[in-house]
């Protein structure tokens, strides 16, 4: 059990529908990456003014930048047997479905919860059982719509602490040696994701939780991105303005859309080209080479 946008992501859907909700949140074009704007350069908000003699406003340019923001699954690390270990752990205790079935209902299910949230609010703060409750219900919608018999509350456990080891997951190649370089600039990283509780130790286990100074999640803000609050609270742990900050992440509305909302520089990041996203970034590795 998987949070953030990151069960959407696993293998090819054939359920139109299940496309079409997420679709908005893929988004069409970078808003960062415009011909005519770099993938750097500052929404017009976030350029610092200051008062001349004359009292007037006199603009001062783009502020340096002190810190940079990943978004997590899908960007730092990701789950390439999803399906596989649903199917896996389902058949441990006694329900049979192919993997295949899984990954076709496993975006299907995301959508269906996505709409009982308010908008912007964290679906796992706000159920009733926290994390725990929000996974097992979505397992129990899978298996409703798979025509099974209702899961146990073992399986909904084991599938739970699966997937907040690290053994479920993987780093992206490129993003160890990113981290060092960015590091090494001086700059401040954080990472601002709709995740759950499990999220800092899972980090962790992958090797990277040290590089953080921040790790910013759903549920621990009460709210989920694309809103600016949450971007907010990674802002305000860091101890930098909006305008000093870029956030870096693979999903327009959520990323882009929302970190531009708060005020902070946006890279988006398309990895391989697979989305075929008009000037994102194709890896991490070009982010750096974008920041020297």
Same mark, same amino acid.
């Given at each position: 059990?998987?949070?953030?946008?990151?069960?959407?992501?696993?293998?090819?859907?054939?359920?139109?529908?299940?496309?079409?909700?997420?679709?908005?949140?893929?988004?069409?074009?970078?808003?960062?990456?415009?011909?005519?704007?770099?993938?750097?350069?500052?929404?017009?908000?976030?350029?610092?003014?200051?008062?001349?003699?004359?009292?007037?406003?006199?603009?001062?340019?783009?502020?340096?930048?002190?810190?940079?923001?990943?978004?997590?699954?899908?960007?730092?690390?990701?789950?390439?047997?999803?399906?596989?270990?649903?199917?896996?752990?389902?058949?441990?205790?006694?329900?049979?479905?192919?993997?295949?079935?899984?990954?076709?209902?496993?975006?299907?299910?995301?959508?269906?919860?996505?709409?009982?949230?308010?908008?912007?609010?964290?679906?796992?703060?706000?159920?009733?059982?926290?994390?725990?409750?929000?996974?097992?219900?979505?397992?129990?919608?899978?298996?409703?719509?798979?025509?099974?018999?209702?899961?146990?509350?073992?399986?909904?456990?084991?599938?739970?602490? !699966?997937?907040?080891?690290?053994?479920?997951?993987?780093?992206?190649?490129?993003?160890?040696?990113?981290?060092?370089?960015?590091?090494?600039?001086?700059?401040?990283?954080?990472?601002?994701?709709?995740?759950?509780?499990?999220?800092?130790?899972?980090?962790?286990?992958?090797?990277?939780?040290? !590089?953080?100074?921040?790790?910013?999640?759903?549920?621990?803000?009460?709210?989920?991105?694309?809103?600016?609050?949450?971007?907010?609270?990674?802002?305000?742990?860091?101890?930098?303005?909006?305008?000093?900050?870029?956030?870096?992440?693979?999903?327009?509305?959520?990323?882009?859309?929302?970190?531009?909302?708060?005020?902070?520089?946006?890279?988006?990041?398309?990895?391989?080209?697979?989305?075929?996203?008009?000037?994102?970034?194709?890896?991490?590795?070009?982010?750096?080479?974008?920041?020297?």
């Amino acid at each position: 059990m998987t949070p953030e946008h990151h069960p959407c992501r696993q293998g090819n859907t054939t359920r139109a529908a299940a496309r079409n909700a997420k679709a908005p949140q893929a988004g069409a074009h970078p808003v960062s990456r415009s011909a005519s704007q770099s993938p750097m350069q500052p929404n017009a908000r976030t350029t610092r003014r200051s008062r001349g003699d004359n009292g007037g406003q006199a603009s001062t340019g783009a502020m340096p930048l002190r810190a940079v923001t990943f978004d997590a699954t899908g960007t730092l690390f990701h789950c390439p047997r999803l399906a596989e270990i649903y199917a896996a752990a389902m058949a441990r205790h006694g329900t049979a479905i192919e993997p295949e079935a899984v990954g076709e209902l496993i975006p299907v299910v995301w959508s269906e919860l996505d709409c009982r949230v308010e908008h912007g609010r964290d679906r796992f703060a706000g159920h009733r059982e926290g994390a725990r409750g929000f996974w097992r219900d979505f397992l129990a919608r899978l298996c409703a719509l798979a025509g099974l018999s209702p899961p146990s509350r073992f399986l909904a456990a084991e599938l739970y602490d !699966r997937f907040a080891r690290a053994e479920a997951w993987c780093l992206f190649p490129d993003v160890e040696e990113v981290l060092t370089r960015l590091g090494g600039r001086g700059l401040r990283l954080g990472v601002v994701s709709n995740w759950d509780e499990r999220l800092p130790g899972l980090l962790a286990g992958l090797g990277i939780g040290e !590089r953080f100074e921040t790790v910013v999640f759903s549920q621990r803000v009460g709210f989920e991105k694309p809103h600016p609050a949450i971007f907010r609270r990674a802002l305000e742990e860091l101890g930098v303005t909006a305008p000093e900050a870029l956030h870096v992440g693979d999903r327009q509305r959520h990323d882009v859309e929302g970190a531009a909302a708060a005020g902070m520089r946006t890279a988006l990041l398309d990895r391989g080209r697979r989305r075929g996203e008009r000037g994102a970034l194709a890896s991490l590795a070009e982010l750096v080479g974008m920041l020297a």
